[in-house]
T-cell receptor, first 113, second 116 residues
Framework: AQSVSQHNHHVILSEAASLELGCNYS??????LFWYVQYPGQHLQLLLK??????LVKGIKGFEAEFIKSKFSFNLRKPSVQWSDTAEYFC???????????FGAGTQVVVTP | GAVVSQHPSWVICKSGTSVKIECRSL??????MFWYRQFPKQSLMLMAT?????????EQGVEKDKFLINHASLTLSTLTVTSAHPEDSSFYIC????????????FGSGTRLTVV
């Protein structure tokens, strides 16, 4: 069965620190990859997505992610976080044979001033 | 951009009653909508896929008679939690797939259901 795993459930870091969140999936076919963010009390918002082309994808709010096919990974990065980046981050994958997104368990990121 | 409106944003109901949650695509047509359930500190769990004009496809372990889904038009899907019990209390989120592309999904703001 396909699965999506996020390595860190909870991350605490200071403002200006760099952030990297891991995401791995298990599926051998073509995938579409997504990172979503859920700010406290708000709905899911798309940060970025990958479906083809340049494996380094730039999203909103200074986030980027790199698709490494050989590692089945799609890690999210931000060079310098802000307090407003405090949120929960979800990796999601859609395989070419599925009609639906499968989500990782999420990573709660807390940025301290 | 594509917007999905979900209503109500929160609801409290008594055990045994039914609750309907609406999910509307405001500026696009959605042939496929998805219903998720999110438990505290957990990820979104897909409950069912709602297809316009046909029966919903439920994920394993989801009771279709308890969680009734209707997708009667290209802009509206509803989830009805029938005979609700406290264990049904959760955060329910709908999502729509944009018809222009297979890659775009947009999410509603969610409905917090509390059954007392």
């Amino acid at each position: 069965a396909q699965s999506v795993s996020q390595h860190n459930h909870h991350v605490i870091l200071s403002e200006a620190a760099s952030l990297e969140l891991g995401c791995n999936y298990s599926y051998g076919g073509t995938v579409n990859l997504f990172w979503y963010v859920q700010y406290p009390g708000q709905h899911l918002q798309l940060l970025l997505k990958y479906f083809s082309g340049d494996p380094l994808v730039k999203g909103i709010k200074g986030f980027e992610a790199e698709f490494i096919k050989s590692k089945f990974s799609f890690n999210l990065r931000k060079p310098s976080v802000q307090w407003s980046d405090t949120a929960e981050y979800f990796c999601a994958v859609k395989g070419d044979s599925w009609g639906k997104l499968q989500f990782g368990a999420g990573t709660q990121v807390v940025v301290t001033p | 951009g594509a917007v999905v409106s979900q209503h109500p944003s929160w609801v409290i109901c008594k055990s045994g009653t039914s609750v309907k949650i609406e999910c509307r695509s405001l500026d696009f047509q959605a042939t496929t909508m998805f219903w998720y359930r999110q438990f505290p500190k957990q990820s979104l769990m897909l409950m069912a896929t709602s297809n316009e004009g046909s029966k919903a496809t439920y994920e394993q372990g989801v009771e279709k008679d308890k969680f009734l889904i209707n997708h009667a038009s290209l802009t509206l899907s509803t989830l009805t939690v029938t005979s609700a019990h406290p264990e049904d209390s959760s955060f329910y989120i709908c999502s729509a797939r944009l018809t222009e592309t297979n890659y775009g999904y947009t999410f509603g703001s969610g409905t917090r259901l509390t059954v007392v």
